[in-house]
T-cell receptor, first 112, second 114 residues
């Protein structure tokens, strides 16, 4: 069964304290790994797509990396506005068309 | 350009009542889908559509119906609401079913069934 596991469930950082969020996955054949950001009371907002091991994507203070078994979302010198829940999702070749399998998310809090 | 618009934002239903959650997008996206989000669980796919007139089931379709008569609209119908359907529902769209799936999500409908 395809699974996506995110850790930690919650992470508290001080402003400027860099850290990483983990997303481990098991799929029959990876067709893409996705990172989304979700603010309270809002829908998820797309951040990155990664397709193959070794691939990296960056956006402002965020950097996503991918290996054969997991992805990391690195947050460098975070600011309070980076506080949100970060969702990881995968798409595999065996699943329903367009179906993304989501993890439960990591809730990030950045204190000034 | 409004993106994906969901209505209503909040709804309380009694067990057994029916209702329709509305979803509309103005980006001419072919691919649309409905997800539900429950505490302690990831988003789960209910139904999806790859274009007008074409729909299919996702991971958790029981108790829900959909139709896609136009490219813009993709309503989700609850035929006989049950407390287990209490959740936050998100509609999402993508230009098509091909990669990448950079979903544009609506802001959600919070449904409570009592």
């Amino acid at each position: 069964e395809d699974q996506v596991t995110q850790s930690p469930e919650a992470l508290r950082l001080q402003e400027g304290e860099s850290s990483s969020l983990n997303c481990s996955y098991t799929v029959s054949g990876l067709r893409g790994l996705f990172w989304y950001r979700q603010d309270p009371g809002k829908g998820p907002e797309f951040l990155f797509t990664l397709y193959s091991a070794g691939e990296e994507k960056e956006k402002e203070r965020l950097k996503a990396t991918l290996t054969k078994k997991e992805s990391f979302l690195h947050i460098t010198a975070p600011k309070p506005e980076d506080s949100a829940t970060y969702l990881c999702a995968v798409r595999d070749y065996g699943g329903s068309q367009g179906n993304l399998i989501f993890g439960k998310g990591t809730k990030l809090s950045v204190k000034p | 350009n409004a993106g994906v618009t969901q209505t209503p934002k909040f709804q309380v239903l009694k067990t057994g009542q029916s209702m329709t959650l509305q979803c509309a997008q103005d980006m001419n996206h072919e691919y649309m889908s409905w997800y539900r989000q429950d505490p302690g669980m990831g988003l789960r796919l209910i139904h999806y559509s790859v274009g007008a007139g074409i729909t299919d089931q996702g991971e958790v379709p029981n108790g829900y119906n959909v139709s896609r008569s136009t490219t813009e609209d993709f309503p989700l119908r609850l035929l006989s609401a049950a407390p287990s359907q209490t959740s936050v529902y998100f509609c999402a769209s993508n230009p098509n079913e091909a990669d990448p799936i950079r979903y544009t999500f609506g802001s959600g409908t919070r449904l409570t069934v009592v």
